[in-house]
């Protein structure tokens, strides 16, 4: 098990940057893998990246080349650098661990693009 607690949401203009944490409650380096998913009002929760425990990242399309994701194993925990942000990137943001084949979540962190 593991508990997971985002942080770094808020409201930016469009084209600003804003970078969320997951700190997870113990060692994340052999963790499968984690990742983010994001969730707009009425849509479904919907990947946005997602880092291997050998550090491999992968990304929806929406968001290469603007978002990065990186692990720190010492700090146990997992960053999103999240660049050139559009409204349409709003949504809340849950940061998930896939352990053993199942997903855990943290409780989300609203970010908000608008001018």
């Known amino acids: 098990q593991v508990q997971l607690v985002e942080s770094g949401g808020g409201l930016v203009q469009p084209g600003g940057s804003l970078r969320l944490s997951c700190a997870a409650s113990?060692?994340?380096?052999?963790?499968?893998?984690m990742g983010w998913y994001r969730q707009a009002p009425g849509n479904e929760r919907d990947l946005v990246a997602v880092?291997?425990?050998?550090?491999?990242?992968d990304y929806a399309d929406s968001v290469k080349g603007r978002f990065t994701i990186s692990r720190d194993n010492a700090k146990n925990t997992v960053y999103l650098q999240m660049n050139s942000l559009k409204p349409e990137d709003t949504a809340v943001y849950y940061c998930?661990?896939?352990?053993?084949?199942?997903?855990?979540w943290g409780q989300g962190t609203q970010v908000t693009v608008s001018s």
């Open positions: 113990r060692s994340i380096f052999s963790i499968n893998a």
């Open positions: 880092i291997t425990s050998g550090g491999s990242a």
């Open positions: 998930y661990a896939d352990i053993s084949l199942r997903n855990y």
